[in-house]
C-alpha cells in the first residue's frame, strides 16, 4: 500500500505507538505500517491515514428509493458514492466485490469533482452508499459540506455500526441516514454471517443519532431465511423500534437474494417478509414495508388516518401521490411524516 496514498484521518488518537481508530467500535490499535479490520484505514509513522480518501470505486445516479429511503425526499435522484473496504463481512453481501476488495482502488475524485458530477447529472443529493461510509466518513464529510452549500442533501446508506465519534462527525453534512439490520440484529446471526460481535453499538449508534443530531433516520432489516428470520427475534427488533424511535419510524424488511458466499439458499419467501411486516404492525408500527420485491402491496405508504394508500410504488419508483402540499392524506388530512415534496413526475405503471 502505498504510504502517500490518500489523506490522514480525523476520527482517531495515538496509544504508545499504536493509532486507535475511532470511526466504528472495532476500535482497530493499529501498529507502525499496518491497517485496520477495514483494509483502508492505517498506521503511518505514527498517524492514522484513510487511503481511500478521494478514490471512488463506484458512482452511480440511482433514485433515492432504490436506498431504499421512503419517508425522505421522495421521488429524487442521488449521486451514489462508494470507495473499497468495509467493517462487516456479511457472506450474502451483494457488493461483496467491493467491499470485502483489501486494496485501494478507484477513479481519483476530490470532493469538489463529487459535488459537481452530482451536479451534472440533476441529482438532489450525494450517498455514500455499497460499501459502510462510516469507514471513509472523513472524505464524505468533506463531500457532504461541500454539497449542502450547492444546495444538495447527504445520505447514508449504513451498518449503524457507529461510534460517538463517528456520529459526531455526520452531524456536520448528513441529513439523512437508513441503517439496514440484517438478520433481526440477533446475537447468533451477526456474529456468524456478518463477522461483528456482538449487534449492541448499532442500537447504541441509533441512540445516539436520534439524541445529538437531527438527521433523518429510517431501518431497513435484510432477512435471510433459515438463519436470519427468527420472528421472535423481529418481536424484539420491533419493540427497540417502537420503544426507542416511535410509532412513525418507518421499516422496511427486505427480501434477500443468494449471492457471495451464501448462494445456495434461496431468495427469502413472500410469507415471511409479510410476516415480518404482520410483527412490526402488531408492535405499533405506523410505516411497515416489504421491500425488494416490485409491486408488492406493502411496498406503498397507506394512510393510517383512512387506510387509503397515499404513496404508490413499483421498485424504486414512485407511482401514486395522495398528499397534499404539506403532505397531509388527499382523502382525510392526516398528517404522513414524509420530509420533502414529491420532486419527480409519476411513473406511470399498471398495478395487477
Ligand atoms: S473503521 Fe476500520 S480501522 Fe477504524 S476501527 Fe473500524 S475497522 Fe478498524
Redesign the pocket.
Known sequence: MSQAAGKEAV?YVKEGDRVK????????K?PQGK????G??GNVDGRLFLFVYGKVIAANVDPIGKKPVMHYAPGSWVYSIATT?C?FMCQFCQNFDISQRRKVEGVDMNPREVVENAQKTNCQGVAYTYNEP??FLEFARDCGVLARKKGLFNVFVSNGYGTPESVGMMKEFLDCITVDFKGNAELKFVRRYIGIPDPQPIFDTIREIRDKTNIHIELTDLVVPEVGDNLEEAKKLAKFVYDELGPDMPIQFLRFYPDYKMMDYAPTSIEMLEKHYEVAKSAGLRYVYVGNVPGHKWSHTYCPGCNSMVVGRFGAFITKWELDKNNRCSKCGYQIPIIGQLKEPLFNFRFA
Do not use: M
Not at 481508530?21 to 482497530?28: E, K, L, S, V
Open positions: 476520527l481508530c475511532t470511526a466504528c467500535p472495532r476500535y482497530c493499529i491497517i485496520g479490520f477495514c483502508i484505514r473496504g467493517n462510516s469507514i
